[in-house]
């Protein structure tokens, strides 16, 4: 009987525990910032890290997620137009800039040449119809007027951190990705700043899919100053993204 006693113990305790486990869908483009934000929370969270299509997607179809951070608004809308998310929970979080990056260093870079430089090359990307990072790219390079240039040698990966990888193991000698996610690795060589004016602004939204006391306690965490210094030093931006513009 006390055998029986103790384990039943033990699994309200497991269940206690849980629950009160918070999970976090975050965008790929994330992962160092906000394992380092959790860290310095010191609270049970368990992050989820995915292209943000794939994430929405998940919570769409019942996915037991508390926090969703997408690195676009469309996905987010998606989820709202659902009616998945809290009511007014809902905020821009950070923004970030676009930028293109190299396997080894490139001097006296010239966008007008790139297409040619691309002749004997690879660009990789998040893929152009679903991950954020992909879209913004190929908004900046219709914009610039070369994206039916360059596209033929276009690698479209599933999520951006897997263009960066992409890059940093000399598989494409080109990628474009975050400025975060250049700032992550020392095996990629940043060629040029994308203009945030050819592209819609990058913003993060967060918000609430489950209204639990604990998932509301690590948002409340997320827009602190602690979280804010360390999203800042990976490259991210934070303060007033209405007044920035979210990327600019």
Known sequence: MRQLLNFLLAL????????????VFAAAS????LD???AAYGKPVTPVYANSASLARQISQG?????????????MDVLDAQSLLVPDTRRDLLGNRLVLIAHTPVTDFDWAAFPAQ????????GLVAAVPAGIYGREALTAMGIWHDVAPRVVQT????????????????????????AHASDRVHVVALIDAARHTPIRYPVALINARPEAQDFVQFLTGDAARDIFADHGFQTGDLA??????
């Open 12 to 23: 309200c305790v497991s269940a206690t525990v849980a629950q009160a486990d918070t999970k």
């Open 158 to 181: 599933d999520h951006v951190r897997a263009a960066l990888r992409l890059v940093a193991l000399g598989e494409a000698e080109f990628g474009l990705v975050y400025a975060s996610d």
């Open 63 to 75: 996915a037991p997620a508390d926090v969703f951070i997408s690195a676009n608004q469309q996905w």
């Open 243 to 248: 007044a920035s513009g979210g990327a600019q």
């Open 36 to 38: 380092e934000v959790i």
């Open 118 to 125: 691309l002749a004997e090359a690879r660009l990789a990307m």
């Open 30 to 33: 994330l992962k160092s910032a």
